[in-house]
């Protein structure tokens, strides 16, 4: 198989059409790239599809048709326009062979003794292919493919409650579904809103194991539990014979391979519902079987030949197809029901007559000839060939999924021995749908390869970050880390040369950006999302964002949006409290304090201005007296007396340590006393953040307030002393003697985010003495 994947690479029509498809996104890409809509597309879609897969069984074939087609188009507009989507060189071995198929089967379309009906009958199986590639691209993770059997759970619960009541007002057929024999039995046969109770029972027996899965799958049991034996009944009811022969084929490979997991893994509530459901149905089959004389007759007469009406016409017209096989071995007759009512019209007996081969195989063979029957048994073997061999590889969670797709393909195959319901686009859409899923799983190696972090907040927020973002490196190893942060934070992920993606809700920002941004990022295709913050739209914005891994703080009042939940309780370091968000992922992941890597143009640039003003690197004590005018303005101002810093450098003075001052440009009129105040004090105002960690990297040592620089120092492993009043140095400062905590001990503190949004206006806990700034500078200095 990996053989033909190679041979298709090199081949010389590879090499035209992957031409044509980057020709055309290059023509493309400008107006592309800058449309507010294109990126919405795959959103649309992948939504569109939920609410097709529900509807299904409620529409006419038509009406499935313009669906396919609506579905379709958005997905060629999207795989054909954007620039992250490369459609030939991503086909696998199965598209491959797939296509071979198709081939085959165009040149019996041409080789049909009729034509048109042919090409419409070919067309028809066109829009099956085209459906199987909007699954194939659309549903490559496990959470989307969670979503489309939540839809299908939903469709067929209110499907099953629609035969319910069929079988209890005691329908009448639609047409002349009984055997001769049985005429006067007064049976109910559903047909929900199928119309055929064959063609039902063909639907169902393919839904089957999603709804099966969907109790292990989903926390909510009742309403799986309730849907699969509503199911269960629905397909007894239709008294199909080869819906009874798919079901007992797919739910022995289902519950042979489940129950083999289920004591391996499973918790005890897992074991007994799935248990309990497998005792009801066995119960509920003994329970109908004896009590219906007609189910009985339909079971045991599949075990006759010509002693049934049915038995007898479908042996009479399987003799009568296998002579077509034979009669256009190479060639076949071309596709569709109305090719093979003419052509079979040259071979029934009187009063058998017959749209179908009545066995899926013989037909496949009758309409596209030997090669199209070897090809599709081809796809079915490497279809469970590669199930058998990934499925040891899968987790949990994915071997659920996998047997769930296996077994829906496996009904109507059996089905289809003795029907060809699978033709019908009710339970053929199933068919590519399980298979389009089985595919994506063959490609799961568990490896994460895309990862989307979330932090707003100011500089501080972000180093605080960093030890999440080191451990996502570490552990994970991506092939893309993006950060959504603030305007007022990204600076030092740019330093880092992160890739940021900027968010800022506390601007103005319309319901169309915001929307815009989502479906930006769930183009992209992450594999992981981790995200701080309490509030109710973040939870909301990551699960449209469509990580299927959300990790995100359990307080958050939506927190039961993330698949992973971690407390946000502020008992200790603020950057460990961030990595419990990773802890909940692996809980071997050792924390470790924020860290920066200086780039040497940084060094460099900052070692030339210590040359200008005559310091030597590692020699002076740093000081940042300042904080920002936004502090100010929001009533958390907790500043120290400018007298108390002149003070303090005064005995620096006496100790001839060298000092320099540092401040923000937003941070100049915070500190203007302190200039009037110390006239021959050397103050920098760097050219930028990273000058300013450049100065903070040379210091011997900094002493500082609670504020971003603090932050900086400690990422920078540059001893500090730090002044707090308000808030909780044990949430802010790790518990290093690196890091020494100048403060008054009084019963209020801390008092702010903990008691109060702003500070108190006397502000007594900022009364701290230089004695004590200086005694522990001291402690830094001397050790």
Not at 108 to 126: D, E, H, M, Q, W
Not at 469 to 480: E, F, L, M, S, Y
Not at 678 to 692: A, H, M, Q, T
Not at 750 to 764: A, E, I, M, T, Y
Request: net charge positive.
């Amino acid at each position: 198989m990996e053989r033909l994947l190679d041979i298709w690479r090199k081949s010389f029509l590879f090499y035209i059409l992957n031409k044509a498809e980057l020709f055309i996104k290059d023509i493309t890409d400008k107006v592309i790239s800058e449309s507010f809509s294109f990126p919405l597309i795959s959103f649309v879609l992948e939504y569109y599809l939920y609410l097709f897969l529900f509807l299904i069984p409620f529409l006419s074939s038509g009406k499935i048709a313009i669906g396919i087609f609506i579905a379709f188009f958005l997905w060629f507009l999207d795989t054909f326009l954007s620039k992250d989507k490369k459609f030939f060189e991503s086909l696998n071995s199965f598209v491959i062979i797939y296509v071979i198929f198709l081939l085959i089967n165009l040149v019996a379309t041409f080789f049909s003794p009729y034509l048109i009906p042919a090409i419409n009958g070919y067309l028809k199986f066109l829009v099956y292919f085209a459906i199987f590639l909007v699954f194939k691209d659309v549903f490559k993770d496990d959470e989307k493919i969670k979503r489309a059997f939540f839809s299908i759970l939903l469709s067929t619960f209110f499907l099953s409650l629609y035969c319910l009541y069929q079988w209890i007002i005691k329908v009448p057929p639609l047409a002349g579904w009984e055997d001769v024999e049985f005429v006067g039995e007064k049976v109910t046969r559903v047909y929900g809103t199928l119309l055929n109770p064959n063609l039902l029972g063909g639907y169902l027996i393919g839904v089957m194991p999603f709804i099966l899965s969907t109790i292990y799958i989903f926390s909510l049991k009742s309403i799986s539990v309730i849907t699969a034996i509503l199911t269960f009944l629905s397909i007894i009811w239709t008294y199909s014979r080869g819906a009874y022969l798919g079901f007992l084929v797919s739910m022995a490979l289902y519950f042979i391979m489940i129950l083999k997991i289920i004591y391996m893994v499973a918790n005890r509530n897992i074991r007994k519902i799935l248990l309990m459901f497998l005792f009801v149905v066995i119960l509920a089959s003994v329970g109908i079987f004896s009590q219906s004389s007609y189910f009985q007759k339909r079971i045991l007469s599949a075990f006759t030949l010509w002693g049934h009406s049915s038995n007898a016409t479908r042996i009479v017209i399987w003799e009568r197809s296998f002579k077509i096989f034979k009669d256009f071995f190479w060639t076949g007759i071309g596709l569709g029901n109305d090719v093979f009512r003419r052509v079979y019209a040259f071979y029934m007996e009187p009063k058998f007559t017959a749209l179908a081969s009545y066995n899926l195989f013989l037909e496949i063979g009758i309409e596209g000839g030997i090669l199209a029957l070897i090809v599709f048994l081809l796809m079915i073997y490497y279809l469970y060939r590669r199930f058998f061999i990934k499925y040891s590889t899968w987790d949990l969670k994915h071997k659920i999924l996998g047997i769930s797709a296996i077994s829906s393909i496996t009904a109507p195959l059996f089905h289809g021995i003795v029907d060809t319901i699978w033709y019908r686009p009710y339970p053929q859409i199933m068919f590519w749908f399980s298979v389009a899923i089985l595919l994506n799983l063959f490609e799961y190696d568990g490896k994460i390869k895309k990862v989307l972090l979330f932090n707003l907040g100011g500089l501080g927020d972000q180093i605080l970050f960093l030890p999440v973002v080191k451990g996502v490196i570490q552990r994970c190893n991506p092939q893309r880390l993006k950060i959504i942060t603030e305007r007022r934070g990204r600076k030092i992920f740019d330093i880092l040369g992160m890739d940021v993606e900027e968010f800022n809700p506390k601007e103005k920002l319309s319901f169309s950006k915001t929307l815009y941004l989502m479906a930006k990022l769930r183009r992209e295709s992450y594999d992981l999302s981790i995200s701080t913050g309490k509030s109710p739209f973040i939870p909301i914005f990551m699960y449209f964002v469509g990580a299927p891994i959300r990790v995100g703080y359990m307080e958050n009042p939506l927190s039961f949006l993330y698949t992973h939940k971690a407390s946000s309780t502020r008992n200790e370091y603020m950057g460990k409290v961030h990595f419990r968000l990773l802890k909940v992922l692996d809980e071997n992941l050792e924390f470790s304090l924020p860290e920066i890597d200086i780039p040497e143009s940084i060094k460099d640039r900052v070692k030339n201005k210590l040359i200008k003003y005559s310091l030597e690197p590692f020699s002076y004590i740093l000081i940042h007296p300042g904080i920002s005018k936004m502090s100010i303005r929001r009533g958390i101002d907790r500043r120290w007396a400018p007298e108390k810093w002149k003070e303090l450098i005064e005995k620096l003075n006496q100790k001839e340590l060298p000092y320099v001052i540092v401040y923000g440009p937003d941070e100049e009129e915070t500190i203007e006393e302190l200039k009037k105040l110390i006239k021959d004090g050397l103050f920098i105002l760097p050219d930028g953040l990273d000058e300013f960690i450049g100065w903070i990297y040379f210091s011997k040592a900094m002493i500082c307030l609670d504020s971003a620089p603090l932050h900086l120092g400690v990422a920078l492993k540059k001893p500090l002393v730090v002044l707090f009043g308000p808030t909780n140095p044990k949430e802010i400062v790790p518990d290093d003697p690196k890091f020494q905590i100048a403060k008054i001990d009084l019963p209020c503190e801390p008092c702010l985010w903990d008691k109060r949004n702003k500070v108190c206006d006397d502000l007594s806990c900022m009364d701290i003495t230089v004695d004590l700034v200086w005694e522990k500078l001291m402690i830094l200095i001397e050790s």
